[in-house]
């Protein structure tokens, strides 16, 4: 499942590299709201800022999704294989009892 998230991963950090870059450009620019440079760098700006602000959202909206279906498929071994899920629990309650003890 990790190697599925890593696209994602690198699509945002390209995502927020270019967002800094164009920012930084605006900011390095005149700053005079009657510069034309200025007016097309706000612009770019704006525009790059509302397609990660698209991707991110996406991105999020598919973690949500997976996640879900991860819960229903442990949801539907744990109906299938009640015994399974026990012995889980109780191995997961063991060792975080063990770990908590030890402080």
Do not use: C
Not at 27 to 37: F, H, M, Q, R, T
Not at 76 to 95: N, Q, S
């Amino acid at each position: 499942m990790a190697t599925s998230a890593e696209p994602f991963e690198t699509r945002l950090d390209d995502d927020l590299a270019l967002l800094t870059e164009t920012l930084e450009e605006v900011l390095a620019s005149s700053g005079d709201p009657a510069d034309e440079k200025y007016i097309e760098l706000k612009k770019k700006a704006e525009s790059t800022l509302n397609e990660v602000k698209d991707r991110i959202s996406n991105a999020s909206d598919t973690y949500y999704v997976r996640a879900k279906q991860a819960v229903y498929r442990a949801d539907d071994y744990v109906h299938e294989k009640p015994w399974h899920g026990i012995g889980v629990g109780a191995t997961v309650g063991l060792v975080l009892g063990l770990l908590l003890s030890r402080r």
